[in-house]
Structure formats: C-alpha cells, structure tokens
C-alpha cells in the first residue's frame, strides 16, 4: 500500500529528518514543529503550472502526488504559549490516511512539548488558518470515543467568516472541512470569531487572505525589527513563490495572485522571513528581487 509515497518517505527520512527547530526572536522563543507528512496531487498542488516545470523539486509518486509537510509553528513568550495550526491530527480512519498519505510523526505534539518542558494544557492560545483539515485536525483528538479539544486551556481564533464558509462549504472544497476537526471547540466554548486584520497580542499580527478560501488567516510576528510571516496555503512551499504558481485547490486563483503581489514587495522591501508550512523541504525563506521576479535569498532560516 502507498508504495511509491512510502519510498520517497524513507528517502526523506533518511537525508534530512523531521526535527523541531528554534529561534530565539527578540522578545519571542520560536520553535518549528512538524507534525506530519502528508502527500496532494501535484497538478492540483500547481495549477495551471506544466509537470515538467514543478516536478524538477517536487517528484510526484506513481498516483502523482507529490510529499508535503504539516508544520506548525509554537511560540512562546513571558505570558503566553501560542500554536498556529495543528496539522491533520490522528482521528482519520486508514481509508483517509491511504488517500492523503497521511503520515503523523510519533508522539504528535505531546513530545514536541515535552522537550520545552510543556504540556498540551500549557497552551494558552491556538490561531487557526483555516479549516481545511491538513490545518486544524491536530486541534481536536479521540479520548474514549469522544472527539475532545487537544490543548483543553486554549482559545482557539478562527476568523468567523471562514467558520460560516466551514459549515456552508461549495462543492468544489466540502471534503476539506470536517467538523469533528472544530465543532468540538465551539461546543466547548474554546472557539474565539476574529474579524478581519487586527494585533491579537503585542507583536503577534493577524493578516487575512481569500484566494485559496474566505479569510484565511496569517501570523504577522514582529519583535526587534524582524519579522516572520506565517505563508499558510497563501504560498504553501517555497516553490509558490513565483506569481502564477498558484493552487489548483485556489477557489478565487486570480485573487491569490493579487494577494502574492501585495506581500512577497513588502516581504522583500522590509526583509521579511517567509515560513512555509508545507514545503518538506524548506522551512523558512528571504527573499531578493531578479529579473525572473522573486527569488530566494537565504533558506532554512530556522535550522539548528
């Protein structure tokens, strides 16, 4: 089962392993926690973009599915101890996990937390993208057959639109949503509606977009001039970057790109960090202007 995505799994294993990543960030600790692997069609993942264009860094499997990441980000300071996203989670049956190639990384955020001496209850704070499940599964697990909130202390801050567009979604993305991912949070009043671009703490900026679904929602996080921007599936890996590699999963695609040319100049003019949370290979980028647009400068800004 899986067999060509379970190769290229071994292979990615075996050259550059899954591991928790640090910065410390002006007034911020920051840690990279991957959760998993997951794998999407790859034409779907590029859109109108040829095969023989995005497959020279993303090498498809024999069902053309390329690897992915689920990469959330942790992020502590003297008050708080924030997440963003909790990638897909562990209470999909083996038929979902065999189409998405879901693989979790043992121990789940349970031992990512332990080596910061921390404990699911320590997090007090839980910002959510969007719905899509490869994003907020990890925000909910099984205990006893009961589907219950991961991080039972948290609030969990999802934009309200996306909420709405969750329980009303079209034909075209309805399989993404599923709401034992986030319905447990609402009944369990841990689920906070946010409203459009706001400071959500100091130094910790919600941006939205809505080209890929309503009102995603990214983390702006600033301290000592630096900045580090939370691209979520706005720019999912670094090979997004470029203006017309856009997803096929994009509901509004022209709206993407328009978003893309808003952030990546001032991502370049204010030498923004660009931290993906898909790519498997690359966590974080600068970028630089050529004459090909832009490009990277510097990667794995957040490797040890």
Known sequence: MLKSIHCYRLSYFKHKPYKDLFMKF?????????TGQFALDGGAMFGVVPKVLWER???ADDRNRIALSMR??????????????TGAGN??????????????VDG??????????LTPNDI?????????????????KLVDDEVVPTFPKAKYYIQREQFEWALNASDKDRVSFIKDDFMPLKNNDQLVLTEGEFELFDGIEILTSNGHTPKQQHVKLSSEGKTIFYTGD?????SHIPYPYVMGYDLYPLTTIEEKKKILPQAYEENWILFFEHDPFVNSVTIISSEKGFIIKEKNILDD
Do not use: R
């Open 234 to 238: 706005l720019i999912p890996t670094a």
């Open 124 to 140: 007090t704070d839980v910002i959510l993208t969007h719905l899509h499940f490869d994003h907020c599964g990890g925000s909910t």
């Open 108 to 117: 789940w955020f349970d031992n990512a937390l332990k080596k910061y001496d």
């Open 72 to 85: 959330s980000l942790l992020i502590i300071s003297d008050e708080k101890k924030f997440l963003v996203d």
């Open 26 to 34: 002006g007034k911020f600790e920051i840690h990279s926690i991957v």
């Open 91 to 104: 209470k999909n049956n083996d038929k979902f996990n065999s189409i998405y190639g879901i693989q979790n």
């Open 57 to 59: 860094t993303n090498p």
